[in-house]
């Protein structure tokens, strides 16, 4: 077996072979299988949680739909050698508790796939991973690139592994149709299809007399070219999973690669790091994901639910200013809220958030009987609160600006979900989303 300098040097990357010689010289003359040993036993150290994932059987680039590794029985797709390779790995990481789980496969595609097959393999791979280790979740994934489970509606997949049993979905922005789709389509309806649709062919698991586990193991966006496509489509993508309160992995971390496709140091453009490893690429990450960060539901939890306001556009929470007025602020300690019929409250006196006019902060107030405290949500989306003003026009909460905190009502965007009206209603996005924590 290659060691891991060997491998560099039959790839023809003598520089990345000596950076590894400078900075990490007891890597050099380790195997590729113990180098993999050492990086999961450097997790365990740091206290992070690991999925080892089935990804390729042909190492390259992931994924394409006749790359030979989409399904099983494709050219590099061999199901006996995948199945003994998830009992190898099963048993190698068996002892290291800080791996959680395995994944079986990665994105399963291409024109072989079928249900019959998924059904055969995905519950032999489970039951391979479950016997050689039953201590790890088992990962599973669905067809058309881990974007479809909706066949398990009608035929659920028969494995004994207990409670060991969690799925896995991914979502991109071109995962539900074109990617100019989000800028040349109503936002508020493109969300709210894209957001029934994963419910349709995932999030049902659960749901119903008999729930199961359900993962967003990969998602992402370019964090370098921020436009309007990419912020949109996370928007949408934040409201689904703090609405659901899913556990997520983004893709990807990772700057950088020292091979893709043949070609050496590429960027990772969806990397969260810069291709230095020295700096986020997208500087808003900890404020834009920090509600993505928390639980919000807790089974156990004998506290009773009530809402966070939640503002996905930033990231941050509603909560009330000393002045009694409402604000943008960090999520570590938002206002809690309660809904009565049409009425917003917050749960530590009963005050109702009351609209002033087109233009003004809203504010809290004792006068629970105002019709200018009577809120409706608006659009497909449902992601716009609203009052009618004493005109009966209807008047949506606000973000005042980017560099502003304050919480205004404006004339509401695009709720009538007009084919026409493609103005971008993001500053007015607003959930109230359930928490017990």
């Not at 050099?28 to 450097?42: M, S």
């Not at 790359?67 to 390779?85: A, I, Q």
């Not at 966006?221 to 990419?230: A, K, P, R, T, V």
């Not at 405290?373 to 992601?383: A, P, Q, R, V």
Request: hydrophobic fraction near 35%; aromatic fraction near 10%; proline fraction near 4%.
């Amino acid at each position: 077996m290659y060691k891991v300098g060997e491998n560099f040097d039959k790839l023809n990357l003598i520089d990345f072979r000596l950076t590894i010689r400078f900075y990490n010289p007891s890597l050099e003359n380790i195997t590729v299988v113990e180098a993999f040993d050492l990086v999961i036993d450097e997790f365990g150290k740091q206290d992070m949680m690991v999925l080892v994932d089935n990804h390729v059987s042909d190492p390259k680039w992931c994924c394409d739909g006749n790359d030979g590794n989409g399904f099983f029985g494709d050219k590099d797709f061999d199901p006996k050698e995948w199945l003994e390779g998830l009992s190898n790995v099963a048993n190698r990481v068996k002892g290291k508790p800080q791996v959680v789980a395995i994944g079986l496969r990665n994105e399963l595609r291409g024109p072989n796939q079928n249900q019959q097959n998924w059904h055969k393999y995905m519950s032999q791979g489970a039951t391979t991973v479950y016997n050689a280790n039953p201590n790890v979740l088992v990962f599973v994934s669905g067809l058309s690139y881990d974007t479809d489970l909706s066949f398990l509606k009608t035929n659920p997949l028969n494995t004994s592994i207990g409670n060991k049993l969690v799925y896995e979905v991914h979502s991109y922005a071109w995962s539900s149709g074109p990617r100019s789709d989000w800028t040349e389509k109503p936002l508020n309806q493109k969300c709210a299809n894209v957001m029934n649709g994963l419910t349709d062919k995932a999030g049902f698991l659960m749901s119903g007399s008999n729930p199961s586990a359900l993962v967003m193991s990969e998602f992402g966006m370019n964090m370098e070219i921020l436009d309007n496509m990419n912020q949109r489509f996370m928007s949408c993508m934040m409201v689904y999973l703090v609405g659901n309160d899913l556990d997520w992995a983004l893709w990807a971390a990772q700057g950088a690669y020292y091979v893709r496709k043949n070609e050496t140091r590429v960027s990772e453009t969806f990397g969260l790091w810069n291709i230095y490893f020295r700096s986020l690429r997208y500087a808003e990450f900890p404020q834009r994901f920090q509600l993505l960060h928390k639980k919000l539901l807790e089974p156990s939890s004998n506290s009773s639910k009530s809402y966070i306001i939640y503002h996905p556009l930033s990231g941050q929470c509603v909560r009330v200013s000393n002045n009694h007025k409402l604000e943008l602020g960090d999520c570590d300690w938002p206002s809690k809220w309660n809904q009565e019929g049409q009425q917003i409250k917050l749960v530590e006196n009963g005050a109702c958030i009351e609209a002033i006019s087109e233009g003004s902060q809203v504010k809290l107030s004792s006068d629970c009987k105002s019709k200018q405290s009577f809120w409706k949500k608006l659009s497909t989306s449902n992601l716009h609160l609203s009052i009618l003003d004493r005109q009966g026009n209807y008047l949506c909460l606000e973000r005042e600006s980017p560099t502003s905190p304050k919480i205004v009502t404006k004339k509401c965007i695009c709720v009538d979900d007009s084919l026409s009206c493609l103005d971008d209603p993001q500053s007015q996005w607003f959930q109230l989303v359930t928490t017990n924590v």
